[in-house]
DNA sequence: TCTATAGTTCATATATCCTGAACTACGGTA
DNA sequence: TACCGTAGTTCAGGATATATGAACTATAGA
């Protein structure tokens, strides 16, 4: 089993950053991870309505984790993960913010100012 | 030729726009529609010293262009792109300068406030 | 030691990306 | 009208990346 790898802040680079988060799966497991301050592999299992397979999660988190987002460390027999959201802050200011505010207005969550409400409603409803 | 397809701002996913801008090429390319206001696809030939082929390039624009970032309008013999900014702007509000931002302090160009200006100058001299 | 749980690694099928060659679209000239 | 040049697109192929089941490693507890 090999360590894991932890790119050092100035090796974290913007297009690591972008291409770590432009997958939707990616992007959940972070933000989730974001709000709740950490978490184990196992509590995504269930991302996205399906089920999806513990081996592409473990990769998942290996993209996370080599594109700087996310530090994972071995507890007894888990892997506690969490975010380095303080350290992105400080060298790439407003970015981490800005992506999980723009998902979140995705999502419906947080629509941007002047979004009638009914627009939103019709949004999560269906038309995919 | 098949027509242009340029998503409405609705379709326009956060995902995608993460993607498109993941690739190193497509950043510098959007950075320079963004700062210039709108320019042709020969026009950056020459992009990242080296030349990339115009094959590659269209690809580029195109999925720009898919992803909602750009749009393309044949002008004569000619295709004039321009950036979708201020549509952006509006549905995700602050993604896009944030992201431009950090690709400007990655470059070196505009440090995040307290870096030492040596260390700027080591990382764009080599070190890769 | 044996078993269960959590996660990783490997092999392979699938999808995506890059690029040269061939093609389309348009403007200008005769 | 035909022909040529420029700008860009599409296609086909090889290279590269991604997803996933099967096999494996690491740890805790009995």
Same mark, same amino acid.
């Given at each position: 089993?090999? !360590?894991l790898i932890? !790119? @050092?802040i100035d090796d974290i680079t913007v297009e690591g950053i972008l291409h770590a988060l432009s997958d939707p799966v990616r992007a959940s497991i972070y933000?989730?991870?974001a709000c709740?301050?950490?978490a184990t592999c196992t509590a995504f299992q269930q991302v996205s309505d399906r089920t999806i397979p513990k081996s592409t999660? @473990?990769?998942?988190?290996?993209a996370l984790r080599e594109a700087g987002?996310?530090?994972s460390?071995?507890?007894g027999v888990e892997m506690?993960?969490?975010t380095r959201c303080e350290e992105i802050e400080q060298r790439f200011p407003g970015l981490i913010p800005a992506i999980l505010r723009a998902h979140q207005v995705q999502a419906g969550d947080t629509p941007p100012p002047g979004t009638p409400r009914r627009k939103v409603a019709a949004k999560k409803a269906g038309k995919r």
């Amino acid at each position: 089993m090999r !360590p894991l790898i932890h !790119p @050092s802040i100035d090796d974290i680079t913007v297009e690591g950053i972008l291409h770590a988060l432009s997958d939707p799966v990616r992007a959940s497991i972070y933000a989730g991870l974001a709000c709740r301050g950490g978490a184990t592999c196992t509590a995504f299992q269930q991302v996205s309505d399906r089920t999806i397979p513990k081996s592409t999660l @473990s990769q998942h988190f290996r993209a996370l984790r080599e594109a700087g987002l996310v530090r994972s460390e071995r507890c007894g027999v888990e892997m506690r993960n969490t975010t380095r959201c303080e350290e992105i802050e400080q060298r790439f200011p407003g970015l981490i913010p800005a992506i999980l505010r723009a998902h979140q207005v995705q999502a419906g969550d947080t629509p941007p100012p002047g979004t009638p409400r009914r627009k939103v409603a019709a949004k999560k409803a269906g038309k995919r």
